[in-house]
Nanobody, 120 residues
Framework: QVQLVESGGGLVQPGGSLSLSCTAS????????MGWFRQAPGKQRELVVA??????????NFANSVKGRFTISRDNAKPTVYLQMNSLKPEDTAVYFC???????????WGQGTQVTVSS
């Protein structure tokens, strides 16, 4: 059974930093992309950042709203993606979901979500 295990998140003041991690139960050679989406109350789920074509170019796509503040990295061995969020703003408050797309049939899997709250 495919699983995505997320960790991190929590409450932070504006200007602070948080990090998230997501570990997949699949081997890296079966994964096409991994990344993070977020959903704020009353809003649609939106892309934060994703690494596509993993291992064959690693195309990274950031939402404009997080460019220069968030970074993404990955560890092939686990495999795990890490989201480092700096200079956080109240508008970054949302539930953050890890998403994985497999190469086979482009099947999509989601993590359970983790809350990030930016508030003073």
């Amino acid at each position: 059974q495919v699983q995505l295990v997320e960790s991190g998140g929590g409450l932070v003041q504006p200007g602070g930093s948080l990090s998230l991690s997501c570990t997949a139960s699949e081997s890296i050679d079966r994964i096409y992309s991994m990344g993070w989406f977020r959903q704020a109350p009353g809003k649609q789920r939106e892309l934060v950042v994703a690494i596509n074509n993993i291992g064959s170019g690693d195309d990274t796509n950031f939402a404009n709203s997080v460019k220069g503040r968030f970074t993404i990295s990955r560890d092939n061995a686990k495999p795990t993606v890490y989201l480092q969020m700096n200079s956080l703003k109240p508008e970054d408050t949302a539930v953050y979901f890890c998403r994985m797309t497999l190469r086979t049939g482009l099947a999509v899997y989601w993590g359970q979500g983790t809350q990030v709250t930016v508030s003073s």
